[in-house]
């Protein structure tokens, strides 16, 4: 090719270089020659794996040549990653070998904040953290460490080392920061804790309505696929952000709600519901409590009445609060991670299971599962110098 055309030579030189590229033997001239083999044409090897680019961990399929990782997919055999990863997952070979990545502990070496590292062996780095974490005991007592973990093996740093230390501090903040309120809102609500991998039968459900849900930006890849597919079947979708969200772009109705103000948006769905008979009373006789205190708790609270606070047309709060009720119990509203936000955090979250609760959405198709998980044995060690503090 010369001059951005064909020619014959050029197409006949490039099928030459192609045949012999894929010819094993020939390898070995090939790259002594100085041309590049793609490394598909390597003999790749084949491993399995799980994703640790989010707390999802999802299955992966990993291409490796040489010892270098060349290609990462998902997993078509994982339930969570049915042979798909975001994009998070995707770039994991460019993490791997990203070049400021730290490879080995570092000690500082200068004043702190002054960026002044050394690197260090694993064993010099552990039994400095060993020395001085004894010294903080010996000299002030376990209970002045704190313990702080996050995702994959944390429980080993979060649940046992602090007990084992003696020390009763020991938390992950991620869930202050994400679910705690969700969990403990559920637990004063219904009882149990909603738990990670939302119990959401996604393949039934008629109507979704994310408030503190941001599927598509979070990178939660079960969940994205989930969505899309319940989209493709015509699931209809409410999306309560005030930003226009890449969910709410796909939304039948997106209500830019005022940052602080879910809760009163929540009882005026309430009231409407309520008010227009859209509840499925014979779940509410059978499995609630309390439903007439709830209906004279939210007969003011109208759509007009929230339409000031909430910066939201009455008529939109009345159309989504309906368009949910039309499809109950295969309706509800999807119990949200991103909950922490302005500090009646988890009273906003037991409003979101009272609407679920209207709707008759636990423990139906379409709506909430309880999910169940695996018994397992605890796994032995030596008594504990506390135990039941630690943990988050």
């Known amino acids: 090719m010369a001059g951005g055309t064909f020619t014959r030579r050029g197409l006949l030189q490039g099928s030459l270089l192609g045949a012999l590229a894929s010819a094993g033997p020939a390898r070995a001239g090939i790259l002594g020659l100085g041309a590049r083999v793609p490394w598909q044409r390597q003999a790749p090897r084949t ?89 903080i005991r010996d000299r002030h007592g376990p209970e002045a460490v704190a313990f702080f973990g996050h ?133 509410i006789e059978r499995w609630t409590v309390g439903f007439g205190d709830l209906a004279a708790h939210v007969a003011g609270r109208t759509p007009e009445w929230a339409a000031p606070i909430t910066d939201l047309p009455a008529d939109l709060i009345r159309r989504s609060a309906r368009m949910m009720g039309q499809e109950r119990p295969r309706s509800l509203i999807v119990p949200g991670r991103h909950v922490v936000w302005y500090g009646n955090d988890t009273q906003r979250m037991r409003a979101v299971y009272i609407v679920n609760a209207l709707l008759g959405a636990w423990g139906r198709p379409g709506g909430l599962y309880f999910a169940r998980q695996p018994w397992l044995e605890e796994h032995p060690h030596p008594p504990y110098q506390v135990t039941g503090g630690a943990g988050g």
């Open 151 to 283: 995702t994959s093996g944390d429980s080993w740093f979060v649940d046992h080392l602090p007990q084992a230390f003696g020390s009763p501090n020991a938390a992950r903040p991620s869930t202050a920061l994400c679910t705690s309120p969700r969990e403990e809102a559920a637990i004063l609500t219904v009882g149990r804790a909603i738990g990670n991998h939302e119990p959401v039968d996604w393949d039934e459900a008629r109507c979704l309505v994310l408030i503190g849900t941001h599927i598509g930006e979070d990178a939660r890849n079960t969940m994205m696929q989930d969505l899309a597919r319940a989209r493709a079947r015509g699931a209809r979708l409410v999306v309560v952000d005030p930003r226009h969200s890449t969910a709410a772009m796909k939304a039948d109705l997106w209500l830019p709600i005022r940052p602080g103000t879910d809760t009163a948006l929540l009882l005026a769905w309430m009231n409407v519901l309520v008010a227009e008979d859209l509840i499925d009373r014979e779940f």
């Open 47 to 135: 491993t399995y794996n799980v994703c640790e680019m989010c707390p999802w961990r999802c299955g992966i399929v990993v291409q490796t040549v040489d010892g270098r990782v060349r290609k990462i997919d998902g997993n078509p055999r994982d339930p969570k990653s049915r042979g798909r990863l975001c994009a998070r997952g995707q770039a994991g070979v460019s993490f791997l070998y990203d070049p400021d990545r730290l490879r080995a502990p570092r000690i500082r070496t200068g004043d702190r904040g002054g960026g002044e590292f050394r690197e260090a062996s694993w064993g010099e780095a552990l039994d400095r953290s060993a020395r001085e974490l004894i010294a």
